[in-house]
Nanobody, 126 residues
Framework: QVQLVESGGGLVQPGGSLRLSCAASGLTFTRYAMAWFRQAPGKEREFVAAISQRHGATLVADSLTSRFTISKDNAKKTVILQMNGLKPEDTAVYFC???????????????????WGQGTQVTVSS
Protein backbone atom coordinates (compact mmCIF):
# COMPACT_ATOMS: atom_id res chain seq x y z
CA GLN A 1 0.00 0.00 0.00
CA VAL A 2 1.03 3.60 -0.44
CA GLN A 3 2.92 5.05 2.49
CA LEU A 4 4.15 8.58 2.94
CA VAL A 5 6.53 9.36 5.78
CA GLU A 6 7.46 12.94 6.59
CA SER A 7 10.60 13.99 8.41
CA GLY A 8 12.64 17.08 9.09
CA GLY A 9 10.30 19.05 11.30
CA GLY A 10 11.35 20.63 14.55
CA LEU A 11 11.86 23.85 16.45
CA VAL A 12 13.55 26.72 14.63
CA GLN A 13 14.06 30.40 15.38
CA PRO A 14 12.42 33.08 13.26
CA GLY A 15 14.43 33.65 10.12
CA GLY A 16 15.78 30.13 10.13
CA SER A 17 15.39 27.33 7.61
CA LEU A 18 14.08 23.79 7.59
CA ARG A 19 14.09 21.08 4.98
CA LEU A 20 11.16 18.70 5.12
CA SER A 21 11.29 15.35 3.38
CA CYS A 22 8.54 12.96 2.41
CA ALA A 23 9.57 9.43 1.56
CA ALA A 24 7.05 7.55 -0.56
CA SER A 25 6.64 3.83 -1.00
CA GLY A 26 4.12 1.52 -2.58
CA LEU A 27 3.64 3.66 -5.66
CA THR A 28 5.19 4.43 -9.02
CA PHE A 29 6.63 7.71 -7.88
CA THR A 30 6.95 9.35 -11.28
CA ARG A 31 3.25 8.83 -11.92
CA TYR A 32 2.10 10.61 -8.78
CA ALA A 33 1.68 14.26 -8.02
CA MET A 34 3.12 15.16 -4.62
CA ALA A 35 2.14 18.01 -2.37
CA TRP A 36 2.58 19.64 0.99
CA PHE A 37 -0.23 21.03 3.11
CA ARG A 38 -0.12 22.47 6.59
CA GLN A 39 -2.49 22.92 9.46
CA ALA A 40 -1.93 25.43 12.22
CA PRO A 41 -3.69 25.10 15.59
CA GLY A 42 -7.32 26.12 15.30
CA LYS A 43 -7.09 26.61 11.55
CA GLU A 44 -8.05 24.65 8.50
CA ARG A 45 -5.50 22.71 6.53
CA GLU A 46 -4.06 24.80 3.72
CA PHE A 47 -2.12 24.23 0.54
CA VAL A 48 1.62 24.89 0.65
CA ALA A 49 3.19 23.48 -2.51
CA ALA A 50 2.85 20.75 -5.12
CA ILE A 51 4.75 19.13 -7.93
CA SER A 52 2.87 17.58 -10.83
CA GLN A 53 3.28 14.02 -11.98
CA ARG A 54 3.54 14.57 -15.69
CA HIS A 55 6.06 17.31 -16.19
CA GLY A 56 7.29 17.97 -12.69
CA ALA A 57 5.83 21.45 -12.76
CA THR A 58 5.90 23.10 -9.37
CA LEU A 59 3.30 25.22 -7.65
CA VAL A 60 3.71 27.14 -4.40
CA ALA A 61 1.07 29.04 -2.47
CA ASP A 62 1.16 32.68 -3.52
CA SER A 63 2.07 33.95 -0.06
CA LEU A 64 4.98 31.51 0.23
CA THR A 65 6.70 31.69 -3.16
CA SER A 66 9.52 33.91 -1.95
CA ARG A 67 10.47 31.56 0.87
CA PHE A 68 9.40 27.99 0.08
CA THR A 69 10.43 25.68 -2.74
CA ILE A 70 9.38 22.14 -3.61
CA SER A 71 11.44 19.56 -5.42
CA LYS A 72 11.65 15.82 -5.78
CA ASP A 73 14.21 13.07 -6.16
CA ASN A 74 12.74 10.33 -8.31
CA ALA A 75 15.54 7.90 -7.53
CA LYS A 76 14.89 8.22 -3.80
CA LYS A 77 11.12 8.58 -4.16
CA THR A 78 11.31 11.66 -2.01
CA VAL A 79 9.73 15.08 -2.21
CA ILE A 80 11.43 17.98 -0.47
CA LEU A 81 10.03 21.20 0.94
CA GLN A 82 12.74 23.77 1.53
CA MET A 83 11.56 26.51 3.86
CA ASN A 84 13.61 29.64 4.36
CA GLY A 85 13.01 32.81 6.30
CA LEU A 86 10.62 31.04 8.62
CA LYS A 87 8.12 33.08 10.58
CA PRO A 88 6.09 32.24 13.69
CA GLU A 89 2.99 32.05 11.49
CA ASP A 90 4.58 29.12 9.66
CA THR A 91 4.11 27.06 12.80
CA ALA A 92 1.94 24.10 11.85
CA VAL A 93 1.84 20.40 11.23
CA TYR A 94 3.04 19.82 7.69
CA PHE A 95 1.51 16.97 5.74
CA CYS A 96 2.69 15.23 2.62
CA UNK A 97 0.07 14.07 0.13
CA UNK A 98 0.05 12.20 -3.15
CA UNK A 99 -2.28 11.42 -6.01
CA UNK A 100 -2.00 9.42 -9.16
CA UNK A 101 -5.09 10.92 -10.72
CA UNK A 102 -5.15 14.60 -9.86
CA UNK A 103 -5.11 17.08 -12.71
CA UNK A 104 -2.86 20.11 -12.75
CA UNK A 105 -5.67 22.60 -12.19
CA UNK A 106 -6.60 20.84 -8.95
CA UNK A 107 -3.16 20.60 -7.37
CA UNK A 108 -4.13 23.12 -4.66
CA UNK A 109 -7.17 21.12 -3.59
CA UNK A 110 -6.96 18.70 -0.67
CA UNK A 111 -9.81 16.70 -2.11
CA UNK A 112 -7.68 15.64 -5.03
CA UNK A 113 -5.20 13.70 -2.91
CA UNK A 114 -5.96 10.19 -1.80
CA UNK A 115 -2.87 9.45 0.24
CA TRP A 116 -1.57 11.35 3.23
CA GLY A 117 1.30 11.11 5.65
CA GLN A 118 1.01 11.49 9.41
CA GLY A 119 2.54 14.93 9.43
CA THR A 120 5.58 16.55 10.96
CA GLN A 121 5.48 19.42 13.42
CA VAL A 122 7.21 22.68 12.55
CA THR A 123 7.48 25.25 15.30
CA VAL A 124 8.96 28.67 14.68
CA SER A 125 9.70 30.44 17.90
CA SER A 126 12.42 32.33 19.68
Amino acid sequence: QVQLVESGGGLVQPGGSLRLSCAASGLTFTRYAMAWFRQAPGKEREFVAAISQRHGATLVADSLTSRFTISKDNAKKTVILQMNGLKPEDTAVYFCASSGTIITSQLRSQAGYGFWGQGTQVTVSS
